[in-house]
Structure formats: structure tokens, C-alpha cells
């Protein structure tokens, strides 16, 4: 019986931040489709019945994250895409802008995780054969980006 427990708690910990993840997802659609007004963002983010169930610290650190490295990002995605990143759905940049920056900027999430939660997230909340699109570009970002953990697989 004991050693479920920790399995358990694991489970917990991954739902909790991809609860964060689509709350920051959520976030960062919210900016692109209006102005950029991060505090009011995370004010009315707490209204999500999700909050409750997110990691709240990972939240507000992959949130911050992104909005610290927007302009890099978008660079970044510009790199990879095959439009220009105006033409993205405001879901597909948003995704785009969370695990990408997983891929850069926390190396402590391997490559892998960070590309399935992108791709999760795509087919939860993007288009029907979105999650294609994220994880192909995502792909390419984690070969240039993640170049010594890519080759080993």
C-alpha cells in the first residue's frame, strides 16, 4: 500500500501543472485577443473553477516566464513556422509561446514532457488537426534548442 502513495501524489503534481499550463494558456490567449494588462490577467485568472486544482507557484512562474520572454519567443516562433506569426491562431501562439519557453528557458522539464503538453494542450483546446502543426514545429525547437538531449533519442 505504501508504495502507491508516491504514484499518486506524482499523478497529482503532473495534472496540477497542466492545469497551470492551461490556465496560462488561457492567459495568454486572453492578451493576444486583448491588450496586455498582466496584473488584471492574473486577477480574473482566479475566477477559473481550474485555479483551484493548478499548481498556483508554477502558474505564475511559467506565466511570468512568458511574459518576461514574449518578444524572444515570438522570434523564436517566427523561426519555425511556416506563416507569418500574425496568421497563427491566437490558441496555436499561446501553446506555442508556453512550450516554447519550457524548451529554452527550463531545462529541468525534459524536452518530451514539454512537447506532449504542448500537443496536449492542442488537442484539448486548438483545431481539429492542430496538435499536428504544434508538434511539428515543436520538434524542430527541440532539435536546435535541446540539440544534446534530442540527438540521445
Known amino acids: 500500500m505504501l508504495e502507491t502513495q508516491p504514484n499518486k501524489k ?4 503532473v495534472n496540477n501543472r497542466r492545469k497551470s ?17 498582466v496584473n488584471q490577467i492574473k486577477k480574473d485568472i482566479k475566477d ?5 486544482k493548478a499548481d498556483e507557484v ?3 512562474n511559467l506565466f511570468d516566464g512568458v511574459m ?12 519555425f513556422i511556416d506563416r507569418p506569426i500574425e496568421k497563427l491562431s491566437p490558441i496555436e501562439h499561446s501553446i506555442l509561446c508556453i512550450s516554447i519557453y519550457e524548451l529554452i528557458y527550463d531545462t529541468t522539464i525534459p ?11 492542442a488537442k484539448t483546446f486548438g483545431g481539429i488537426e492542430g496538435y499536428k502543426y504544434i508538434n511539428g514545429v515543436l520538434d524542430k525547437v527541440a532539435e ?9 533519442n
Open 10 to 13: 506524482k499523478k497529482k503534481l
Open 144 to 152: 536546435k534548442r535541446r540539440h544534446l538531449e534530442f540527438s540521445k
Open 21 to 37: 499550463r492551461e490556465l496560462v494558456m488561457k492567459s495568454i490567449y486572453r492578451g493576444i485577443l486583448n491588450q496586455f494588462d
Open 48 to 52: 477559473d473553477p481550474d485555479y483551484l
Open 68 to 79: 518576461s520572454n514574449m518578444d524572444q519567443l515570438n522570434s523564436e516562433i517566427s523561426n
Open 111 to 121: 524536452y518530451k514532457v514539454a512537447i506532449n503538453e504542448g500537443v496536449e494542450l
Open 58 to 60: 508554477f502558474y505564475q
